[in-house]
């Protein structure tokens, strides 16, 4: 089956947005809690490194860098708004870092052959990143970041980023309108933050968007992901995929009107496992129903350990 990794890091827990924002440190404990030796058994625990400057100058430019890393308030001090929804408190930037430098980790250690699959159980999320614009409870995009490393560090020409959370990640969408070797995929909630994600917007053939109405039901909405996205995935043959696991769709969670289900998140990572020959990386995103977030991540880890490799692929008929 193949090992799986955990990467994660205490650092995640000390970005504190202000109290009562729904990306709490509660949200990492959760996981965390529910990521046991007992539900999981022989899962490698990693510790997520530091992610480089320069590894996050593939997407973000230095200079913005910078200035966000100056703007980080001193212990003690009152945390600082980037955006309405986007905070830095001391020990942002550090666990912002672990959270690229985890993904990075996850496509080195599949590379390596350390393991061959990874959850990324860090915070603050990325996918709302935008190259010069933290926003979205998001401050660097870690997914197209680890995205282009693959690619540039070991040469890889095919690196696929698939984005189930509920919100559509436009900053990930924006490296695939600048960079027609980027592919991007996203089924997302229409018509909610941030605006993005229509289905028209294809940029050139490397860009499919998924949206789909509120209330949609889990049947649906596996509909839409063998229709639409694992065609596209299946003729774009990823070397590696990296998944941002949003698990905010799930029909408790208070930031959307999606009606799905645990088993749905454990019916799109075996798919997504199917496509990708087991090699794949996920990133946590949304999830802000706890109780939710808990089982639906247990779920999608306990996939990833349990995964054996279909004869010859996915088919045509997943």
Request: with cysteine; charged share 20%; hydrophobic share 40%.
């Amino acid at each position: 089956m193949g090992k799986t990794a955990l990467i994660t890091h205490a650092a995640c827990f000390e970005h504190r947005p202000p109290a009562g924002h729904p990306e709490s440190p509660e949200r990492l404990r959760v996981v965390l809690e529910a990521l046991t030796e007992a539900a999981c058994p022989d899962l490698l625990r990693v510790e997520a490194p530091l992610g480089q400057l320069d590894d996050i100058a593939r997407v973000h430019p230095a200079a913005l860098i910078e200035q966000i890393i100056r703007l980080e308030p001193d212990v003690g001090g009152r945390s600082r708004q980037l955006d309405p929804d986007t905070y830095l408190s001391a020990g942002s930037i550090e666990a912002a870092r672990r959270g690229v430098g985890a993904v990075i980790a996850g496509v080195d250690g599949i590379m390596k052959g350390a393991f061959e699959r990874a959850f990324c159980a860090t915070r603050p999320p990325g996918h709302h990143a935008e190259a010069n614009t933290p926003m979205g409870f998001c401050i660097w995009n870690s997914a197209a970041i680890a995205a282009l490393y693959a690619r540039e560090a070991y040469g890889l020409k095919r690196v696929a980023v698939v984005d189930f959370d509920v919100h559509h990640g436009n900053g990930s969408q924006e490296m695939a309108e600048r960079d027609a070797d980027f592919f991007y995929a996203s089924i997302h909630q229409g018509g909610i933050y941030p605006g993005s994600g229509l289905s028209e917007e294809t940029a050139a053939g490397n860009l499919v968007n998924v949206p789909v109405p509120a209330a949609t039901t889990g049947l649906a909405w596996r509909a839409e992901v063998e229709s639409k996205i694992l065609p596209a995935l299946l003729a774009f043959k990823p070397e590696v995929v990296i998944v941002s696991a949003g698990f905010d769709g799930h029909r408790l969670d208070p930031l959307a009107g999606l009606n799905l289900e645990v088993d749905d998140y454990r019916w799109i990572t075996e798919r997504l496992l199917d496509v990708s020959h087991g090699k794949l990386v996920s990133t946590l995103e949304g999830g802000y129903h706890l109780q939710a977030l808990a089982a639906c991540v247990l779920a999608h880890v306990q996939t990833l350990q349990n995964y054996k490799s279909r004869s010859g692929g996915v088919s045509a008929g997943v």
